[in-house]
């Protein structure tokens, strides 16, 4: 079942993209859905495992009250020997960004094709196995260079990580992974959820602004610990963005010009296209004023207000921004797409907008 997240924080829009859908399976567990789609994963290293017998949770974005947050990858103790952990994914379906959460299960199932790294190749797990009750670590992508662990191979594994960091599967610009016939299987048996110490790390990373994406840009201080919900000893912070995550308007890039053709039966469709451009460019200007007074406005109320309240009144307020950027830029998108013809007319705008409280 899905559970809509508070209603405030969702924003209806039509796409008309045509996007690619997510398959649905009855025995999947879906917490939330939201219109907006996850930053790309970040770059960071792995820190080193504090024990053996960790199995390593890559990070992910979760979604709270002032937007996506990053909750850093960590080492966890496994609920039992020979449980492995399947990453949670963001999938696109019927317009919704949908949130599948991860469990352990004995082997790896399907997780979007999202490219999470350190083993977590969009497909399976390559960083170690069970053999009886002991964890074998792959040397190639763990990090286990401060803990004497004898149980150790070399497997070289071949990802795409450093090009594609997509975070969801599905939709506008999304993954088009499958799930194999394995992970079909793996989906439909007994999974055992996030532990109790891993609920404790994801809620404690939701507390801290510096993780939400509209305060660090994709670009987490904290993107990895060597233990959950420490995040004070042993850890790395990302050493570049996943990729572009637009907050205001003005991050977005140029509006494409229409293409230029002496072709008189394209001279309409040339003139829809030059009239939508100018309108745009004038709705991008409009909002990009709003949203600078909104800042100037920000920073003389909260003055005199402590740190921690003026980093929580900029998340709060640059949520709302990338919710009104994402929304005009998908609405622009879709508006472009739609001139297709000669004969075709430019569709008004969509209701549902967000605008200034």
């Not at 649905?24 to 567990?29: F, G, R, S, V, Y």
């Not at 990090?143 to 969801?168: C, D, G, H, L």
């Amino acid at each position: 079942m899905i559970k809509a997240p508070i209603a405030a924080l969702l924003i209806a829009t039509s796409l008309g993209l045509g996007a690619l859908a997510l398959p649905m399976t009855a025995a999947a567990q879906f917490e939330f859905s939201v219109t907006i789609a996850p930053p790309p994963i970040p770059v960071y290293e792995q820190p080193p495992i504090p024990a053996p017998d960790y199995i390593w949770v890559p990070g992910y974005w979760y979604y709270g009250p002032y937007g996506y947050y990053w909750v850093p990858g960590t080492w966890v103790e496994p609920p039992s020997v020979g449980l492995l952990w399947t990453p949670g994914y963001w999938g696109w379906s019927e317009g919704f960004f949908v949130w599948s959460p991860g469990y352990w299960a004995p082997q790896v199932g399907f997780y979007g094709g999202v490219v999470y790294g350190f083993g977590y190749p969009g497909h399976g797990y390559e960083g170690g196995y069970w053999r009886g009750n002991r964890f074998y670590y792959n040397r190639e992508v763990t990090n286990i260079t401060n803990v004497q662990i004898q149980n150790v191979y070399s497997k070289t594994v071949v990802n795409n990580i450093t090009v594609n960091r997509v975070s969801y599967a599905g939709g506008p610009g999304g993954l088009t992974a499958r799930p194999t016939t394995e992970e079909q299987r793996v989906i439909h048996e007994h999974h055992i959820s996030a532990t109790p110490v891993q609920v404790e790390h994801r809620s404690a990373a939701g507390a801290r602004p510096e993780l939400v994406a509209s305060v660090n840009h994709g670009k987490p201080e904290i993107a990895a610990t060597s233990k959950p919900n420490d995040f004070q000893a042993h850890v790395t912070g990302a050493s570049r963005a996943g990729g572009p995550v637009p907050v205001h308007v003005r991050d977005l890039p140029a509006a494409p010009s229409p293409s230029k053709s002496a072709a008189s039966q394209e001279a309409e469709y040339q003139r829809q296209q030059s009239a939508l451009q100018t309108r745009h460019q004038q709705e991008r200007e409009s909002l990009a004023q709003m949203q600078e007074r909104d800042h100037a406005y920000l920073t003389q109320q909260h003055a005199n207000a402590n740190a921690q309240a003026q980093a929580q009144a900029q998340a709060a307020l640059e949520h709302q921004h990338r919710q009104q950027t994402e929304f005009l830029q998908q609405r622009q998108v879709s508006e472009m797409q739609s001139v297709h013809a000669p004969s075709a007319h430019v569709p008004p705008a969509p209701r549902g907008e967000p605008t200034r409280p």
